[in-house]
T-cell receptor
Framework: RKEVEQDPGPFNVPEGATVAFNCTYS??????FFWYRQDCRKEPKLLMS???SGNEDGRFTAQLNRASQYISLLIRDSKLSDSATYLC??????????????FGKGTHLIIQP | GAVVSQHPSWVICKSGTSVKIECRSL??????MFWYRQFPKQSLMLMAT?????????EQGVEKDKFLINHASLTLSTLTVTSAHPEDSSFYIC???????????FGPGTRLTVT
């Protein structure tokens, strides 16, 4: 079983739509959770951390379900510029060291005009 | 956050040659830097942890004699791919935490193509 699993997509959605995708992780000892965004041929950039209580940043909402071991990302009022690959990242290291980071393969999102 | 640069951005080399990739932390003294590799449509995979002034720590399955890492200063880590082969063609990315535990700052990456 893969450590961090995501639907690769692509998800094609019209501009202005709301889109959500999930990620599941296998290690129950995972300590921290993130969504990163990666544009084509570019480095990943942190989109947001994911907290147990759920958190929102503008049009983006992240949720964590520890019991079911999944993380979700919701994007409202999608923009053309949201087109990217979204990486689910889980850290199993207690201190949060990067050697504990595990990346999903990413979900490819395409926003259509 | 920390600003990380990488050079070169891309490189094409012939099989059997060696290629050096530089990773610089521009505004943060990085005692630790990380090297990742990403094949097309695959996850980022941690290759090694680069420690300033000491030997790098390699992940299982990564050949330390093939991927030489040098972290001679707090702002520079280098990865040398020795005797490169076509299967080494990949996107190599370095990162540092910038002093925070909950965020990684990535360099822009180096795309290596071995012909």
């Amino acid at each position: 079983r893969k450590e961090v699993e995501q639907d690769p997509g692509p998800f094609n959605v019209p501009e202005g739509a709301t889109v959500a995708f999930n990620c599941t992780y296998s290690n129950s000892a995972s300590q921290s959770f993130f969504w990163y965004r990666q544009d084509c041929r570019k480095e990943p950039k942190l989109l947001m951390s994911v907290y147990s209580s759920g958190n929102e940043d503008g049009r983006f909402t992240a949720q964590l379900n520890r019991a079911s071991q999944y993380i979700s990302l919701l994007i409202r009022d999608s923009k053309l510029s949201d087109s990217a690959t979204y990486l689910c990242v889980v850290n199993i290291a207690p201190g949060g060291g990067a050697d504990g980071l595990t990346f999903g393969k990413g979900t490819h999102l395409i926003i259509q005009p | 956050g920390a600003v990380v640069s990488q050079h070169p951005s891309w490189v094409i080399c012939k099989s059997g040659t060696s290629v050096k990739i530089e990773c610089r932390s521009l505004d943060f003294q990085a005692t630790t830097m990380f090297w990742y590799r990403q094949f097309p449509k695959q996850s980022l995979m941690l290759m090694a942890t680069s420690n300033e002034g000491s030997k790098a720590t390699y992940e299982q399955g990564v050949e330390k004699d093939k991927f030489l890492i040098n972290h001679a200063s707090l702002t520079l880590s280098t990865l040398t791919v020795t005797s490169a082969h076509p299967e080494d063609s990949s996107f190599y990315i370095c990162s540092t935490t910038g002093g925070r535990l909950d965020e990684q700052y990535f360099g822009p990456g180096t795309r290596l193509t071995v012909t």
